[in-house]
């Protein structure tokens, strides 16, 4: 799967931080492409195990399940937004800090009802409350949801650090129009 190199290469995650990114992430976006070509996007929890992101949504047949039946082809994306900061003295001179992943790859629907409960099962150790007295690994509504994998493929991310005070406005101007006067 190919596609255009990050243009900010300063700001490139390591594939393990990308994964770790995804892995830790509370929930993300997963992008599918409609019939016409255009993309279509839904946010999801998940969980990533091996090479394998798992996510979930209702058995009814909507715009996801039709994407995916159709094409297989999908990128799923997490970020982690730290806090918005000013590096120069105009109000457009303003930052985000945060981390981002993309990860790549093919979905599929996956039918069998053992790897739907292995799902579910990790997915609650990942967001589950631990509530005592409550049956464990045990899903009545199971096929009423569809479970899906992406086999990621490749993946990327990028990061755009807080900086220091000492290098934010107005202890520093780094605008980017230095000549600009309003």
């Known amino acids: 799967m190919s596609s255009p190199q990050l243009r900010r290469q300063d700001r490139a995650l390591a594939e393990a931080e990308a994964r770790a990114l995804i892995e830790r992430a509370y929930c993300g976006r997963l992008a599918t492409i409609s019939a016409d070509g255009s993309p279509y996007i839904v946010p999801l929890l998940h969980v990533l195990t091996g090479d394998e992101i798992g996510v979930h949504n209702t058995a009814a047949r909507g715009h996801l399940r039709t994407n995916v039946e159709r094409d297989g082809r999908a990128c799923y994306?997490?970020?982690?937004?730290?806090?918005?900061?000013?590096?120069?003295?105009?109000?457009?001179?303003?930052?985000?800090?945060?981390?981002?992943?993309?990860?790549?790859?093919?979905?599929?629907?996956?039918?069998?009802?053992?790897?739907?409960?292995?799902?579910?099962?990790?997915?609650?150790v990942k967001y589950g409350t631990g509530a005592p007295g409550r049956p464990k690994s045990f899903y009545p509504r199971l096929d009423e949801v569809t479970v899906y994998a992406i086999r990621v493929e490749r993946m990327s991310g990028k990061q755009c650090p807080l900086p220091p005070i000492s290098e934010q406005w107005p202890a520093l101007d780094r605008t980017k129009s230095p000549n600009a006067r309003p």
């Open 77 to 124: 994306e997490v970020d982690e937004p730290v806090k918005v900061f000013d590096y120069g003295r105009f109000e457009c001179d303003t930052g985000l800090a945060y981390s981002s992943a993309i990860a790549y790859g093919r979905i599929r629907i996956v039918d069998d009802r053992a790897a739907k409960s292995r799902f579910f099962d990790a997915l609650l």
